[in-house]
């Protein structure tokens, strides 16, 4: 019997005009976790889709324990044993867990559905590989996490051996990244193989064995993970040499430019208060970060502070002026720059092209309208301006509709339009969510810049990494509280997890 | 890159009509073999077939345009307005009711106010379901329907107690200085010695057309309120008024039908409003109207016209011995394909763009397909398993 479970051999597959996979190989041992690495579009998809029979290559074999094998289709993939989570789960949101992991797959008896053996197993399974799950709980009454527990049991339900595993940790908080990470190593430790693309360094040093990198559809190399840094893999992967930390001296804050006092937010379904007295200041250049995890207020207290949802009380100060009950338009031409957190459903209206996007905040002034009708060349001369100077990349340039671009330069595009107002105070929400390391480095780098221009920057972050690494002032969230204020020299990343979870607090001065 | 996509919509219309009018014929071949070819040249030629039935055309075109650009206006804003209807019935009520009663205004000005009264009593009628989308965020297509009934029993009552002719069981005639001109056109469409009913109502409202797509497409308010049809939650997050914006076009959209009630009943062409329990039928014409046209207010001009040819045509056809209802069958299967317009949008969009894409956006347009079909073989292979 061959060493690899799956052999992908010189894989090469064509589209019109572009080699999306040119001469790949990838080979999977049984029982190891291997990471597909590379950035957006740099051929992980079309290589996963051969795998799972959706494309057949031009070139190359695709070998099965040695033997080759053809994979036609999905049905064919599913018969060798190949399994997938995707991204975005495909789950019933109102049958429960049992019924989400069985269908398709029913026993039943005279017409009848015969739940109890499939309970049996579906229990068997999830004690086997630690899958903590109730198999009566509805999916939408469960967390985020539970629900990839259940796609990781759809496909052992299935006995799939391989399992393919598809930017899991995107959705994720920190408490149960870790938790999938440990998942994934008992799944291979019982001898499955796993397939796990991403581009988190970070996730493939904890779990990874081996890591094969591809670039531009090329193939750069299979690493043993454990023999190299994440600096090396980063490079590997971009092309270039890749600031993982980010470069900045140390602030010199001056006056205070935002304040909050007191600002609480409360729930209107349940009564509970999901900001809970906050208050909290920023200075002219430096970078407080509000850290915490997912939920615990803080997409509620930027929605209060921007205007997008009313506070119930408390203050807001902009520049001293109290702007608590002005609107969102004063707000953002007085000082406000917000990068928010939802960028599909916020920060662009996709279906309009990228120039009308560049001036969302700015079509009304004098210099794009004239009397009621706007200058159009003027906006796609501003449009083409911040194309160049933030090196937007688009199909059309300013005609692009932003739903065509790429995650990366859909938020470069709305880092571009709201740090070009030239904002005194820059919320930033998660700014980096989902992006590959290369466009991370450049927000990074913008937001440091804007801070040594002496803007006040107010960042909302879940990575601790981001938060480590970019925050002069740490401010850590807890069920809408704000329990601690840290300085990010003098704490460790275990302390800091630990003020998030809220076992530890002290008192903010 | 716009003309291309304005020529795509165009050519995925025409696509969509011809395949409608090839069942079309199908549905005659069944019902009546031996009529069904001569019943088909009338139906495709009977609004062309002499002057007068031309300018019928653009009669019967004037208030679907109208109320066709209003569903279109409210749509490009992400509104459904199935309103149309009563917005243009209150329209045409106010319309008439400043026509026979308000005679003491000198001819031209009467004309003008009777109009201008159309189209604040239709943008009432439009403002309502506006305020409750954007203050209490009620559906607007619920409160839409309600209107419909609401401005049908209201025109009844109305036309009843002020401007009833009991003779006819419909609203009186208006004053000539209320009529709108003829601009020559009762001369031009003329067949032996008969006019048409073609009149400034037409031309009236293709400038509409003209001016809704200036406000659409070249000013700020234009730009506000497309912003809040595909995202509202940007254009909030952008500091635009979304409220006050929802609600100015569900007034703009009922002025527009409100409109198209005046044009409809000044026409000078004898009818009146009935008092039927009956809602107006020009209203819910203006949504397969906006339809065909992609709302594109410049295209609903067209293809308010071509349903208008396609009601003349049917008249036309009636001369052979079809039934009223096959005519009507034929016309509708025709608009039910108008709905197949975005699908053929789509193809020839495949087929156009290949060649042009940079091969980077040829891989996003992939893994973005990919990812899909992904999806859907991956919710396919549940049901497929046993």
Not at chain 1, 168 to 191: C, D, F, N, Y
Not at chain 1, 302 to 319: E, F, P, R, Y
Request: glycine share 10%; hydrophobic share 45%.
């Amino acid at each position: 019997m061959s060493e690899y479970i799956i052999e992908m051999c010189n894989i090469t597959k064509e589209f019109p005009g572009i080699i999306a996979n040119d001469d790949i190989t990838l080979q999977l041992k049984k029982g190891e976790i291997h990471a597909l690495l590379g950035e957006n579009g740099a051929g992980k998809s079309t290589l996963m889709s051969v795998l799972f029979g959706l494309y057949q290559p031009e070139k190359g074999v695709i070998k099965k324990d040695g033997k080759e094998v053809q994979i036609k289709d999905p049905n064919d993939a599913n018969a060798l044993g190949i399994g997938m989570v995707h991204q975005h789960f495909k789950l019933v949101h109102n049958f429960t867990v049992l019924q989400n992991i069985v269908l398709g797959m029913e026993t039943t008896q005279h017409g009848l559905l015969k739940m109890d053996e499939a309970r049996k197993k579906v229990v068997a399974l999830s004690e086997q590989y630690g899958l903590r799950v109730d198999p009566d709980a509805l999916i939408e009454d469960i967390t985020v996490g539970m629900q990839q527990r259940v796609e990781i049991l759809k496909m052992l339900y299935r006995d799939n051996e391989i399992l393919i595993f598809d930017e899991p940790t995107a959705v994720l908080t920190p408490q149960e990244i870790e938790e999938l990470m440990k998942i994934m190593k008992g799944l291979a430790a019982e001898g499955k193989s796993i397939l796990f693309i991403t581009h988190k360094l970070n996730e493939i040093k904890e779990v990874a064995d081996r890591c094969t990198v591809l670039r531009k559809g090329k193939y750069i190399g299979t690493i043993d993970v454990a023999g190299v840094t994440k600096e090396e893999m980063s490079e590997m992967m971009v092309g270039r040499k890749v600031e993982l930390r980010v470069e900045k001296g140390p602030a010199h804050p001056a006056d205070v430019v935002f304040e909050t006092q007191g600002l609480t937010v409360v729930n209107k379904e349940h009564g509970k208060k999901v900001v809970n007295d906050v208050s909290l200041k920023v200075r002219r250049g430096e970078i407080v970060c509000v850290a915490g995890i997912d939920g615990n207020g803080q997409t509620e207290l930027v929605q209060a502070i921007t205007g997008l949802m009313k506070a119930d009380a408390g203050t807001v100060l902009l520049n001293g002026e109290d702007v608590t009950h002005a609107s969102i338009r004063h707000k953002n031409t007085h000082g406000l720059g917000h990068i928010p957190e939802d960028r599909h459903k916020h920060g662009l209206v996709l279906d309009y092209p990228l120039a009308y996007n560049l001036v969302l905040q700015n079509y009304f002034e004098p210099e794009y309208c004239a009397k009621g009708f706007l200058k159009y060349d003027k906006i796609f001369q501003y449009g083409d301006s911040l194309i160049e100077k933030y090196d937007i990349r688009s199909g059309q340039g300013g005609k692009t509709i932003a739903r065509s671009m790429s995650g990366g330069n859909q938020q470069k595009a709305i880092v571009a339009r709201e740090i070009d107002r030239d904002p005194e105070l820059l919320i930033a929400v998660q700014p980096t969510r989902g992006l590959d390391v290369g466009a991370i480095e450049y927000i990074h780098r913008q937001l440091v810049a804007e801070r040594d221009k002496g803007k006040g920057i107010l960042l909302i972050s879940l990575e601790l990494d981001e938060v480590m690494s970019l925050a002069d002032r740490i401010l850590v969230i807890y069920e809408g509280e704000i329990v601690a204020e840290l300085d990010p020299q003098a704490v460790t990343v275990q302390e800091l997890g630990l003020y998030m979870a809220g076992s530890k607090r002290k008192a903010v001065g | 890159m716009l003309e291309r996509q304005g020529f795509r919509s165009a050519l995925a219309s025409v696509m969509a009509i011809l395949i409608g009018m090839l069942v079309g014929l199908v549905v005659l071949l069944v019902s009546n073999p031996g009529s069904a070819v001569p019943g088909f040249v009338a139906i495709a030629t009977g609004g062309l077939k002499n002057p007068k039935n031309m300018g019928q055309v653009l009669y019967y075109a004037t208030p679907i345009i109208m109320t066709g650009l209003s569903v279109g206006f409210a749509k490009k804003t992400g509104l459904f307005n199935i309103g149309a209807s009563g917005q243009f019935i209150m329209g045409a009520f106010a319309a008439v009711y400043v026509g026979v009663r308000w005679t003491f205004l000198p001819p031209g000005l009467h004309c003008l106010v009777a109009v201008l009264a159309a189209a604040l009593m239709g943008a009432l009628w439009g403002c309502v379901p506006g305020l409750l989308k954007a203050y209490c965020n009620i559906n607007e297509v619920i409160a839409c329907i309600m209107m419909n009934y609401i401005g049908m029993s209201t025109t009844n009552l109305l036309v009843r107690r002020l401007v009833f002719d009991r003779a006819k069981n419909q609203s009186l005639q208006p004053a000539a200085s209320a009529v709108l001109p003829k601009l020559g056109f009762d001369k031009i469409f003329v067949d032996g010695g008969a006019p048409s009913s073609a009149n400034a109502g037409f031309v009236i409202a293709a400038i509409l057309g003209v001016v809704v797509w200036v406000i659409l497409e070249k000013t700020k308010l234009g730009f506000e309120l497309k912003a809040c049809g595909y995202n509202r939650d940007a254009a909030k997050y952008a500091g635009i008024n979304d409220k006050k914006n929802i609600l100015l076009a569900m007034v703009f959209a009922g002025g527009l039908s409100g409109i198209g009630g005046a044009l409809s009943y000044l026409s000078g062409s004898g009818t009146g409003i009935p008092v039927l329990d009956v809602l107006a039928a020009e209203g819910f014409n203006g949504i397969p109207v906006a339809l065909l046209g992609m709302s594109n207010p410049i295209a609903i001009i067209f293809t308010g016209t071509f349903m208008a040819y396609l009601t003349q045509g049917g008249l036309s056809m009636q001369s052979f011995g079809f039934p009223t209802q096959i005519v009507d069958i034929i016309s509708s299967v025709i608009i039910y394909f108008a709905a197949f317009a975005l699908f053929f949008s789509q193809i020839i969009g495949k087929i156009k763009v290949g060649p042009k894409v940079t091969a980077q956006e040829k891989t996003d347009q992939e893994h973005k397909r990919l990812h899909d079909r992904m999806d859907q073989v991956k919710a396919q292979k549940g049901g497929e398993d046993q």
